[in-house]
């Protein structure tokens, strides 16, 4: 028996919607169709603490554009959540409400252990992870997952503020730029390291995995700038030679050239930076990249 159910993942950086077949005695899913709307809630939670009326305006429009998908695909059940922008914004009952309102579209705002629970969900079904030791990396735009696996079991999960949209913001704020980026990451290890040296002190991790559309970019620029294959995951040093020839790039640069969509083009240095700084502080040589997040795992919690 089969049922047709749609995802909708409430981000920092973008608002992105999964319709997907589920095949209840297998079980397996089949995805129908993929949307994504460039839609920033970060900029203004992360700079004025609230969603502002021109956003609000475009997430009416998206969810309105989804409202319309539910309808054609004839979706049986939605879920939407939202995450760090969202659980930050001082009007996001507001925004619930007026999404529910135009939409019929019920949004649950979910903290960082359950966004690490549902995205952990999503890489089990894809990644054979028994008899390894995982750490699980998702990188956001309001928030970094970093989570540990045993076996396939989650083991712990720590939601950091230091999203890609975050740090452009701090950055912005403090007047720096994007060369500034080395002193963030500096900040953000003082943060990390409790939380993964009681993770890699007696058992070493065995591979990294990541999430999320900037990890995806990342795999990409591993074929397009080093002519690398395969596009499946990314070694430490091949990390390090594409945030060596991203760096020498402008934004503009990276939209021409690489074609990066501009909302991609000014996180994905972040992003790198990100990940780069999370594998050496876990000595993890390998980050396996699934091509699954939070809206896979969303469709699998409704199985």
């Keep these: 028996m089969s049922r047709r159910v749609s995802a909708i993942d409430i981000g920092s950086n973008a608002i992105r ?12 899913i089949r995805v129908d169709k993929k949307l994504r709307a460039p839609v920033r809630l970060g900029h203004d939670v992360f ?13 009416k429009a998206t969810f309105h554009r989804f409202a319309e998908t539910n309808k054609k695909f004839q979706v049986q059940k939605c879920r939407a959540v939202a995450t760090s922008a969202c659980r930050e914004a001082k009007n996001k009952k507001e925004f619930v409400d007026t999404i529910r309102k135009i939409s019929g579209i019920d949004i649950e705002i979910i903290d960082g252990n359950e966004e690490g629970r549902l995205i952990h969900l999503a890489i089990r079904k894809e990644v ?56 963030i990451m500096g900040e953000f290890l003082s943060e990390l390291g409790p939380h993964i040296y009681p993770n890699t002190e007696n058992e070493p991790v065995d591979f990294a995995i990541g999430t999320g559309g900037n990890l995806e970019c990342m795999a990409e620029l591993k074929v397009r700038l080093l002519k690398k294959t395969p596009n499946t995951f990314v070694t430490l040093s091949e990390l390090g030679e594409i945030i060596a020839k991203l760096r020498v790039m402008s934004v503009k640069d990276r939209i ?32 396996v990249i699934p091509a699954v997040g939070l809206r896979d795992g ?6």
């Excluded at 700079?47 to 997430?59: K, Q, R, V, W, Y």
């Excluded at 950091?160 to 949209?165: D, E, L, N």
């Excluded at 501009?262 to 700084?277: F, G, N, Q």
């Design 256 to 287: 021409d050239k690489l074609e990066l969509r501009p909302d991609r083009a000014d996180v994905i240095m972040p992003a790198s930076m990100l990940v780069e700084t999370i594998m050496r502080q876990a000595e993890v040589e390998k980050i």
């Design 47 to 59: 700079t004025t603490g609230t969603i502002s009326p021109e956003t609000m305006e475009l997430a």
């Design 17 to 28: 919607m999964m319709v997907a077949d589920i095949n209840e005695t297998a079980p397996f």
């Design 128 to 183: 054979q992870l028994d008899n390894k030791k995982t750490m699980l990396i998702d990188i956001g735009g309001g928030s970094v997952e970093v989570t540990f696996s045993k076996g396939g079991k989650l083991q712990a999960t720590k939601s950091f503020p230091m999203g890609t949209v975050r740090v452009l913001e701090n950055l912005s704020k403090r007047r720096m730029n994007e060369s500034h980026l080395s002193i």
């Design 298 to 303: 969303l469709i699998w919690s409704m199985v």
